[in-house]
């Protein structure tokens, strides 16, 4: 049983709990519904939730994916509404005010969340290293997503994007999570990003494991995308080093290896999914680690919690020793398909001598 098909089954459960209880507060602000009519639609919710991750798993369609991004959105609109019926009983109880037309914030920042999360930008970040040998610029991604709720249109405008930033760009990075796992990889999905004209580095992070990441591998190969999993490549004054994510059954190199790795007369760059470990890699000598991951939170108020998990959520860092570590906010989202307060993006990192 694949990861996400264990997570999914242990908590729709509570999810349904959780559906039945905030539908009865809901509705008792405008029509208060019997428990059974509550019931009935709490477990419609639940099956809705489930469906298409039993289908997904084996072949995509459009009625189990637009299924899945329902459910997404829901999932996003029932936490707000939970936000928004605290404030409202809150205000009734100290108050006697009824707030109950502040729920139309709901359907009006989902529909901004979901622009937001569906246009994909181009920012632009400065990294000044005193061994630079010349001058060059990165294109960084991290976590497409490409799965049940965004599917074969976001490669497409993936490819576009890469396509435009290619003519000032020596080289693209994805580092992990380019499969969200709510979905089967087919071996010609990513074939839209064989177009692009310059090399596409990829690092493998922990989505791209759930459905089988030879699956991911192969679709990778299939469009001429260059796979580093705990591999090294060099393409001009640029060494490349991608560190595999690991769930404990991957062998992965001991400090001494991921040492050797490193080259004096060259800009090492260590592509890790997780925006840990910045503080031994940067003293191994790696001069800029690439990671993603977070996602910056995604939407408010996760972004508040997000930034007190991660260390480094968002943007890029820089240490004592003159080293980087850039965390991705990504380029697709995670479940819903929506994004407040972050970016959907490419950042071209611009390399220049100190």
């Not at 959907?344 to 390399?351: C, D, G, P, Q």
Request: proline fraction near 3%; charged fraction near 20%.
């Amino acid at each position: 049983m694949s990861f996400r098909r264990r997570r999914v089954i242990i908590m729709t459960p509570f999810y349904m709990l959780f559906e039945f209880f905030l539908l009865k507060y809901l509705f008792m602000l405008f029509y208060p519904l019997s428990n059974s009519e509550l019931l009935f639609i709490t477990i419609i919710i639940g099956i809705v939730n489930m469906i298409p991750m039993f289908f997904e798993e084996r072949k995509s369609r459009f009625i189990t994916r637009l299924l899945a991004e329902i459910s997404a959105i829901w999932m996003w609109a029932s936490l707000m509404f939970l936000i928004g019926i605290i404030i409202i009983y809150a205000a009734g109880y100290f108050f006697n005010i009824n707030l109950s037309f502040l729920l139309l914030i709901v359907p009006l920042s989902g529909i901004y969340a979901y622009y937001k999360a569906h246009k994909l930008v181009i920012n632009e970040k400065t990294i000044r290293l005193d061994n630079l040998n010349s001058e060059v610029n990165i294109a960084h991604l991290s976590d497409v997503h490409f799965g049940a709720v965004r599917h074969k249109e976001l490669i497409d405008q993936l490819r576009d994007t890469l396509m435009e930033v290619s003519k000032t760009c020596d080289v693209a990075v994805i580092s992990g999570d380019l499969a969200d796992g709510s979905s089967i990889v087919n071996e010609d999905d990513f074939m839209p990003l064989k177009d692009v004209e310059m090399p596409i580095i990829f690092t493998p992070g922990n989505h791209d494991y759930y459905l089988g990441i030879k699956n991911v591998i192969d679709a990778c190969k299939n469009a001429g995308i260059i796979v580093l999993d705990n591999e090294s490549l060099e393409i001009g004054d640029l060494k490349f080093y991608g560190l595999s994510y690991s769930f404990g059954d991957i062998e992965m190199p001991s400090p001494e290896e991921l040492k050797a790795q490193v080259k004096r007369d060259k800009t090492n760059i260590i592509i890790y999914h997780v925006p840990y470990d910045w503080n031994q890699h940067s003293n191994m000598g790696f001069d800029i680690q690439l990671s993603g991951h977070t996602h910056g939170g995604q939407f408010y108020p996760v972004k508040w919690v997000s930034e007190i998990i991660f260390k480094y959520n968002i943007g890029l860092f820089k240490d004592d020793l003159g080293h980087y570590l850039h965390v991705t906010t990504g380029v697709g989202s995670m479940d819903q398909p929506l994004r407040w307060g972050t970016d959907s993006e490419v950042v071209i990192l611009k390399l220049k001598k100190n």
